[in-house]
Every structure is written in C-alpha cells, then in structure tokens.
C-alpha cells in the first residue's frame, strides 16, 4: 500500500502503556499515512493503567519512535493532553523532542475554518467533577476491553475478518451511556457555538464522529482501542473520518464538505 499524504490528521486516545491498545494496527496506520501537520489530541499514554501496572511491549515502544520521526522530518506535531495523561497539561507550550504541547489549540483547515482542538474531558461532568466514578468506569471499560481481545483473537483464528468492538455494542445497548454521549456533544456545542470558532475537534468518550450540529460542526477522533479510528483534512481542507484496519482503509464518514460550507 502506498502513504498517503494529508495536510492535517487527528488521532487520539491511543491508551500506550496499556493493554487496551492497538499498537500494531496504529504502527501500520503512522505508516502508511503522512501529513504537513500531526495532532495527538489526549489519552496518548495512559498513566492511569502504568499507575496500576507497568506495560510496555516492545510495539509500544516502536509507536512512540514512529511519532518521534515523523516530528524530526518536518511533521508540525502538537501534543494536546487529555485525563488520562493529565500531568503531560503542566507542560503548556514546552518543546520536547520537536512536538510542542499545548492544552488546546485553534486550527485553521485550507477552507478557512477555525477548529477548537481539545481532548474534551473539561466538557464531561462525570470526568471534572465525579473522578472516582470516572475511574470506576474505566476499569469496567478495561474489563470490556479485556474480553474484547479475546473475541478478536478467537474471531481471526476462525477467518472472520469484519470489525467488531464489544465496548462498542455495550455503550449502544445501555441507554444512559447513549444519553452521556449526547449530553457530552450538546454541552461542547453550546459551551463552544459563540466563541468565535467553526467547530470543535475532539476526542474522549471513544465515538468518532463527523456532525453538524445548529450549524457548529462536532467532530470526534474516536480511539485507537476499539474502533482505529481518525479524522483527516485533505490537501483542499475538507475533513474525513476513517476506520483503519492493518494494509487496508475503509471510509466510514465522509462529511465535512457539505456542513463545512454551510457554516457562516
């Protein structure tokens, strides 16, 4: 397959230093896709997990000497932290190894559309005021993870190739977590709709997702633990979300080029 070659991308809660990972099919994603400029919007290493457990497979190692080289050969990479990897907030507007952090940035797409770009736990009730019951929550997740390798690993053993997440099929079955996800995207929305910005970038809650919503434009990374997901701006600015799976692509959401130009 060859590389593909973007003006921007956005990936995030890539949960390194986990089990939950992906770290071969991202590994094959960085590899196959490049862009001018790289933003890793939060939950890049998970010191939540390496608190409980230390893990570190060699692959994780590999993901963090990819990021690094893409930063050494001109990829313009920006850093914005998310709750998962908090600490990494102190560090606002330092420099390490060519990838600058920030808490939150402005982007601005060739179409001339101005994107907040957050992780997005400030705009989860649960996350900024209930931590404990975030952190509940997390080790329930982990355990939906857990078994969900175990399906995965079963499902390729049998030649089934087609892409299904457990946590996924949960969070869609149990109606206050749909309701938490829509409460999450309408307090961004509201939150954000006068500050002078077309539409948030975001991640977090693990849903990607391209929406127009009262003509503010949500758009969500989703994750690199359940459904290998990230949001690219091609060379004419229009953005597109896809689901990548190891030497193939395929588009899941292809958006942004209608609600884009219909935002004044």
């Known amino acids: 397959m060859t590389t593909s070659i973007y003006r921007t991308i956005w990936i995030s809660d890539l949960h390194i230093g986990s089990t939950q990972c992906q770290a071969d099919t991202l590994l094959d994603f960085l590899k196959h896709n490049d862009s001018d400029k790289l933003y890793l919007v939060g939950d890049i290493i998970d010191f939540w997990a390496l608190s409980k457990k230390m893990y570190w497979p060699r692959d994780h190692n590999t993901v963090i000497q990819k990021i690094l080289r893409k930063a050494r050969h001109g ?3 920006i850093y914005v932290p998310g709750n998962h990897d908090e600490n990494v907030r102190d560090y606002d507007e330092y420099v390490f190894g060519d990838i ?8 601005t797409t060739k179409q001339g559309k101005r994107f907040l770009v957050v992780h997005g736990d400030e705009y989860d009730t649960i996350a900024q005021h209930h931590r404990w019951m975030a952190k509940l929550g997390a080790v329930g997740y982990d355990w939906l993870i857990e078994i969900n390798r175990i399906l995965r690993t079963i499902r390729r053993f049998l030649g089934v190739q087609s892409h299904f997440s457990l946590a996924a099929f ?17 307090t961004i929305v509201k939150t954000l709709k006068h500050e002078g910005v077309d539409g948030v970038i975001c991640g977090h809650i693990h849903h990607a997702e391209i929406k127009d919503i009262e003509g503010f ?7 690199f633990v ?7 701006e091609h060379q004419d600015g229009h953005l597109e979300l896809i689901r990548w799976q190891k030497q193939e692509v395929e588009t899941i959401a292809h958006s942004s080029q209608a609600p884009l130009s219909d935002i004044s």
């Open 75 to 77: 990829t313009q990479i």
């Open 100 to 107: 600058v952090i920030k808490k939150s940035d402005i982007h």
């Open 170 to 186: 949960v969070k869609f079955k149990v109606k206050n977590v749909v309701k938490f996800m829509s409460d999450y995207e309408e």
């Open 217 to 223: 434009l949500y758009v969500n990374t989703g994750d």
């Open 226 to 232: 359940e459904s290998c997901t990230a949001i690219i």
